[in-house]
């Protein structure tokens, strides 16, 4: 192994791989650096086999590379890596205990009479065990139920995402707990609308993620493209293809409706779903995107037949190697696809 720097980059460098078995994967070339420089474990490491091209990927194997007899690969430095897994629990711990903190009216938080006293308002003792029942949920799926393709990401993310979360139900935890709340305006029939709104989301939310989770076997990485079950909460694949986010927005919404807290908590989730809505991923295919990209869009076989709203003019995207289901949806037109014009 060989490196050598690049001097446009201080954490970039050009690789130079010899007497390595063929079969050997880019895991396995990490590896090897990772011996010779003690820094950058594997997870730390992005391989590329040109400058501005993408990460490969650690299942890729040596000989299935466009690579001679000696492998030449650029790597960059990711920076410190934390799991996911602690990731999700680290923002799901938060909210729940902050939460608590503002139900038990700790010190410090509201005047000193009202310190470790209890709300007379029902909707008040209501709304603490929903946030509490949805949040310890997710901490119970993080641990049991989800399959997590991505080992790692930056840890300076964990700071923004924990903030969000931590934030946010500190803001509403402040209000819905305040001494001077007041109850919904159209009283017991409002808190039950929200209250069954929540629960069906919730068990809506869940029943998606059981699906998600048997698409995968125990440390795959492969992806599958989801279909509704026999489960008729699953049936909402036929219409979005992240349902798990959509029954977490109906969530919050029956508890806005519950507690009349004007809430804010899915501010975030579009800046998440950007990952997540990539036209190369064939498991996306059938994904509902904003209505303001594009008017419609049909495919079938192959192709997809794009109409812009803005300019009304007519392309076909040639997709290669994906396959495509029948039902329709959305596509933003900035994805980089082939284009021919009609």
């Known amino acids: 192994m060989k490196i050598s720097k690049d001097k446009k980059k201080k954490q970039s460098f050009l690789i130079f791989i010899f007497q390595v078995e063929p079969t050997a994967t880019i895991l396995d070339i990490k590896s090897l650096f990772h011996k010779s420089y003690p820094k950058w474990y594997p997870a730390r490491q992005s391989l590329r086999l040109d400058a501005k091209a993408k990460s490969l990927r650690d299942e890729d194997i040596l000989q299935t590379l466009p690579v001679g007899t000696t492998a030449s690969f650029y790597f960059s430095d990711l920076g410190p890596q934390v799991t996911w897994g602690t990731v999700f ?20 938080i509201y005047p000193p009479k009202y310190d470790f ?15 509490s029942f949805h949040y310890i949920k997710r901490i119970l799926e993080t641990l049991f139920v989800h399959r997590i393709s991505h080992g790692t990401m930056p840890l300076r993310n964990i700071f923004k995402n924990c903030g969000y979360y931590w934030c946010s139900a500190a803001w509403m935890a402040y209000y819905i707990n305040h001494p001077l709340y ?5 009283g017991q029939q409002q808190v039950n609308t929200g209250l069954y709104i929540f629960l069906f989301c919730q068990v809506g939310n869940f029943s998606i993620h059981i699906a998600l989770r048997n698409l995968k076997s125990a440390g795959s990485k492969t ?3 989801p279909y509704p079950t026999k489960n008729p909460f699953t049936w909402i694949f036929w219409l979005v293809s992240c349902p798990n986010y959509t029954y977490e927005l109906g969530s919050w919404i029956g508890f806005t409706v519950m ?6 908590g899915q501010r975030q989730t579009p800046q998440l779903l950007k990952g997540v809505q990539r036209l190369s991923n064939p498991a996306l295919l ?9 008017s419609f869009i ?10 812009d709203k803005k300019r009304e003019i007519h392309w076909t995207c040639r997709l290669h190697h994906m396959e495509c289901n029948n039902s329709s949806g959305w596509l933003r037109s900035k994805h980089k696809v082939t284009l021919d014009k009609l």
Do not use: N
């Open 117 to 131: 006293t209890s709300s007379k308002h029902w909707v008040v003792h209501l709304a603490c065990m929903c946030h």
């Open 182 to 186: 007041t109850t919904p305006y159209y």
């Open 89 to 108: 629990l680290t923002e799901c711990a938060g909210p729940l205990i902050i939460y608590l903190m503002f139900y038990f009216r700790l010190p410090f």
């Open 259 to 264: 507690t009349q807290y004007d809430c804010v």
């Open 286 to 294: 059938h994904t509902p995107l904003h209505p303001r990209d594009t």
């Open 223 to 225: 992806k599958k493209i």
């Open 298 to 307: 049909c495919h079938s076989g192959r192709s997809l037949c794009v109409t």
